[in-house]
């Protein structure tokens, strides 16, 4: 077999092999770049506050006020992006508290309509002093409790 | 149709990701196609004629593999399956490779291991529909790993292979349970310590700057410790002993975000492989080579100084495929393939290998910061680590960055036993992938 050949198959090898690698970093990018645009876990700029619940008839919740315990409130708008909520680090609103768990639960869009979920915390998040078990749909004036904080929807 | 309606995204968004594992599927089939027939042209100068066989064993394997992970792990991540099929198949030509080198024939085994290792994925992603019942069998699987762990010491079916009794021999086959053992022991780890977390993580004394939690806490690890030192001191196995220890630790600070226990288990990890080092003549030998490997050039450094040697002769676009002295090399197609590769393919090739690992260990711990259980967690990070951990030890050893032990390169060495529990850890982690991406929040 000509040297030249072998050459030329072993460069074809190697250039198909960084194909692959290419490809491979690609669809991760992919993955990122859409996980990232559904679950941003911090809204960077204020968005237009609420725009879908000023367009929908029934009342939609515009913004969460969370009321931590020995803590100024803080209001977190609700534009398109999840809000988690836990001790984690990544959480939108990181909670200090031994009675919450790392991901403790998440409000998000589907569908047109706002949702708790509690993400299979320990103690558990609650609707209006009821337990969620499944995912709830939220409307100004509930009241979510996650461990010791207290957390307002509004419109 | 209504249930369609809430979740149109996610069955679009799996299709997608299941058209790329498809598409890097093939592209991986056709690499390795392509390097058998490399080998062959360079080896014999003509094309092998079970070359056709070959490619159409493999694309079968392929398809199966790609049909199970779509219809079992739908939405699951795209990339681990072809990273492992391409590093699998590529690991199979250059043994295939050594065989025409050394005049073995190790290949049909591996081949046959190959489908067994398959079957074990689509298997394992059939009957572990969801991870979490992996949590409720947590005893069962933990005294598992252990008595399989243990297994080789029984006089009669244990057998010791080069001074290590890991080695299991039942008739004509031989299988070293502790590659088996090793998952069982990161479910066990993940189950029990995404219940005991809160209680191992409070920290209520205080050393110096840091708070550390009491006493009793520390059990678990010294209990891992004490596991690790026995198979080290009964089975004479320091990659094993290394990697149960590793992973323990790894999953622990995963778990409770403390530092303490790094600390902790640095210091014991020093401790145990000091006294190790003072007790064994087989670690200080392996210690004494890696310092310097040239003084003893022509007995215990052999192995390595050739291994430096093929890599060194591969330089960067490698001698090519077929065309090395592999052979030369001391236990080449298991624990030393990747200086055979170092050799044929050099540094271009061995870079893209090493990229395909890093991306499998990146998709993994991806994987454990998605998943929305604590146990899902810890089982994909522990899965994670005990992969990325065995390469960087076994790569290490080879390079000469670390003291030789010995571990397989996952997927590529020789050895069923390896290759049946590296498939069976991406169906882990295949499923724990597919089960926080189905239409999130739901049920």
Same mark, same amino acid.
């Given at each position: 077999?000509?040297?030249?050949?072998?050459?030329?198959?072993?460069? $074809?090898?190697?250039?198909?092999?960084?194909?692959?690698? +290419?490809? *491979?970093?690609? &669809? @991760?990018?992919? %993955?990122?770049?859409? /996980?990232?645009?559904?679950?941003?876990?911090?809204?960077?700029?204020?968005?237009?506050?609420?725009?879908?619940?000023?367009?929908?008839?029934?009342?939609?919740?515009?913004?969460?006020?969370?009321?931590?315990?020995?803590?100024?409130?803080?209001?977190?708008? $609700?534009?398109?992006?999840?809000?988690?909520?836990?001790? +984690?680090? *990544?959480?939108? &609103? @990181?909670?200090? %508290?031994?009675?919450? /768990?790392?991901?403790?639960?998440?409000?998000?869009?589907?569908?047109?309509?706002?949702?708790?979920?509690?993400?299979?915390?320990?103690?558990?998040?609650?609707?209006?002093?009821?337990?969620?078990?499944?995912?709830?749909?939220?409307?100004?004036?509930?009241? $979510?409790?996650?461990?010791?904080?207290?957390?307002?929807?509004?419109? | 149709?209504?249930?369609?309606?809430?979740?149109?995204?996610?069955?679009?968004?799996?299709?997608?990701?299941?058209?790329?594992?498809?598409?890097?599927?093939?592209?991986?089939?056709?690499?390795?196609?392509?390097?058998?027939?490399?080998?062959?042209?360079?080896?014999?100068?003509?094309?092998?004629?079970?070359?056709?066989?070959?490619?159409?064993?493999?694309?079968?394997?392929?398809?199966?593999?790609?049909?199970?992970?779509?219809?079992?792990?739908?939405?699951?991540?795209?990339?681990?399956?072809?990273?492992?099929?391409?590093?699998?198949?590529?690991?199979?030509?250059?043994?295939?490779?050594?065989?025409?080198?050394?005049?073995?024939?190790?290949?049909?085994?591996?081949?046959?291991?190959?489908?067994?290792?398959?079957?074990?994925?689509?298997?394992?992603?059939?009957?572990?529909?969801?991870?979490?019942?992996?949590?409720?069998?947590?005893?069962?699987?933990?005294?598992?790993?252990?008595?399989?762990?243990?297994?080789?010491?029984?006089?009669?079916?244990?057998?010791?292979?080069?001074?290590?009794?890991?080695?299991?021999?039942?008739?004509?086959?031989?299988?070293?349970?502790?590659?088996?053992?090793?998952?069982?022991?990161?479910?066990?780890?993940?189950?029990?310590?995404?219940?005991?977390?809160?209680?191992?993580?409070?920290?209520?004394?205080?050393?110096?700057?840091?708070?550390?939690?009491?006493?009793?806490?520390?059990?678990?690890?010294?209990?891992?410790?004490?596991?690790?030192?026995?198979?080290?001191?009964?089975?004479?196995?320091?990659?094993?002993?290394?990697?149960?220890?590793?992973?323990?630790?790894?999953?622990?600070?995963?778990?409770?975000?403390?530092?303490?226990?790094?600390?902790?288990?640095?210091?014991?990890?020093?401790?145990?492989?000091?006294?190790?080092?003072?007790?064994?003549?087989?670690?200080?030998?392996?210690?004494?080579?890696?310092?310097?490997?040239?003084?003893?050039?022509?007995?215990?450094?052999?192995?390595?100084?050739?291994?430096?040697?093929?890599?060194?002769?591969?330089?960067?676009?490698?001698?090519?495929?077929?065309?090395?002295?592999?052979?030369?090399?001391?236990?080449?197609?298991?624990?030393?393939?990747?200086?055979?590769?170092?050799?044929?393919?050099?540094?271009?090739?061995?870079?893209?290998?090493?990229?395909?690992?890093?991306?499998?260990?990146?998709?993994?711990?991806?994987?454990?910061?998605?998943?929305?259980?604590?146990?899902?967690?810890?089982?994909?990070?522990?899965?994670?680590?005990?992969?990325?951990?065995?390469?960087?030890?076994?790569?290490?050893?080879?390079?000469?960055?670390?003291?030789?032990?010995?571990?397989?390169?996952?997927?590529?060495?020789?050895?069923?036993?390896?290759?049946?529990?590296?498939?069976?850890?991406?169906?882990?982690?295949?499923?724990?992938?597919?089960?926080?991406?189905?239409?999130?929040?739901?049920?």
């Amino acid at each position: 077999m000509p040297p030249i050949v072998l050459l030329a198959g072993q460069a $074809l090898f190697l250039l198909l092999l960084y194909l692959f690698v +290419a490809r *491979a970093v690609r &669809v @991760v990018v992919r %993955d990122v770049r859409s /996980s990232a645009a559904t679950a941003a876990p911090v809204p960077r700029s204020p968005a237009p506050k609420a725009r879908k619940g000023r367009k929908g008839q029934t009342a939609a919740p515009g913004e969460l006020v969370v009321h931590i315990p020995d803590g100024r409130p803080r209001v977190i708008p $609700l534009d398109a992006h999840d809000v988690t909520f836990g001790r +984690a680090g *990544a959480s939108t &609103v @990181v909670l200090d %508290d031994p009675y919450v /768990s790392d991901h403790h639960a998440r409000v998000y869009l589907t569908d047109g309509q706002w949702q708790v979920a509690d993400l299979g915390s320990t103690n558990g998040t609650f609707c209006n002093q009821v337990k969620v078990s499944s995912p709830t749909a939220l409307t100004p004036g509930d009241q $979510l409790g996650i461990g010791k904080t207290v957390v307002q929807v509004r419109r | 149709m209504s249930a369609v309606a809430v979740t149109t995204k996610a069955p679009a968004d799996a299709r997608r990701k299941a058209n790329s594992e498809l598409a890097l599927l093939i592209l991986a089939l056709l690499i390795t196609v392509g390097a058998y027939a490399l080998v062959g042209l360079a080896t014999t100068g003509v094309v092998p004629g079970g070359l056709a066989a070959y490619g159409g064993a493999m694309a079968a394997l392929g398809a199966a593999a790609h049909l199970a992970s779509r219809r079992l792990a739908s939405g699951a991540d795209p990339v681990l399956l072809p990273l492992a099929f391409l590093l699998n198949g590529l690991g199979l030509v250059m043994v295939r490779r050594l065989d025409f080198a050394e005049q073995t024939s190790q290949a049909p085994a591996q081949t046959i291991w190959t489908v067994v290792a398959i079957v074990v994925f689509i298997l394992t992603l059939a009957v572990v529909r969801d991870h979490r019942i992996l949590d409720n069998y947590r005893y069962i699987v933990g005294i598992g790993a252990l008595a399989f762990l243990l297994m080789p010491l029984l006089p009669g079916i244990g057998k010791e292979v080069n001074g290590a009794r890991i080695w299991l021999g039942l008739g004509g086959l031989s299988f070293q349970p502790g590659e088996v053992a090793k998952l069982g022991l990161v479910i066990f780890f993940a189950s029990y310590l995404a219940e005991k977390r809160a209680l191992l993580t409070v920290a209520t004394n205080r050393l110096g700057p840091l708070m550390v939690p009491p006493a009793r806490a520390f059990g678990p690890i010294l209990a891992v410790w004490g596991l690790s030192l026995s198979v080290l001191v009964f089975q004479k196995d320091l990659g094993l002993s290394l990697l149960v220890f590793g992973i323990f630790v790894a999953m622990l600070y995963v778990a409770t975000a403390r530092l303490t226990y790094v600390l902790l288990g640095l210091a014991l990890f020093s401790a145990g492989a000091y006294a190790a080092w003072t007790v064994f003549s087989h670690v200080q030998s392996r210690i004494s080579t890696w310092l310097d490997p040239w003084s003893v050039y022509d007995s215990a450094g052999y192995q390595v100084a050739q291994s430096l040697f093929a890599m060194g002769t591969g330089g960067i676009f490698g001698v090519g495929l077929g065309q090395g002295r592999p052979d030369i090399i001391p236990e080449v197609n298991t624990d030393f393939i990747f200086a055979a590769f170092g050799e044929e393919i050099g540094l271009l090739g061995t870079t893209a290998l090493l990229l395909c690992f890093f991306l499998f260990v990146g998709r993994g711990f991806t994987i454990a910061m998605r998943s929305r259980d604590d146990f899902g967690q810890l089982l994909a990070a522990g899965l994670t680590f005990l992969f990325g951990l065995q390469v960087f030890v076994i790569l290490g050893g080879v390079t000469q960055l670390l003291p030789l032990t010995g571990v397989t390169l996952p997927f590529m060495s020789y050895g069923g036993s390896s290759l049946l529990a590296n498939y069976a850890l991406v169906a882990l982690l295949l499923r724990v992938s597919a089960s926080s991406s189905d239409g999130r929040g739901s049920t």
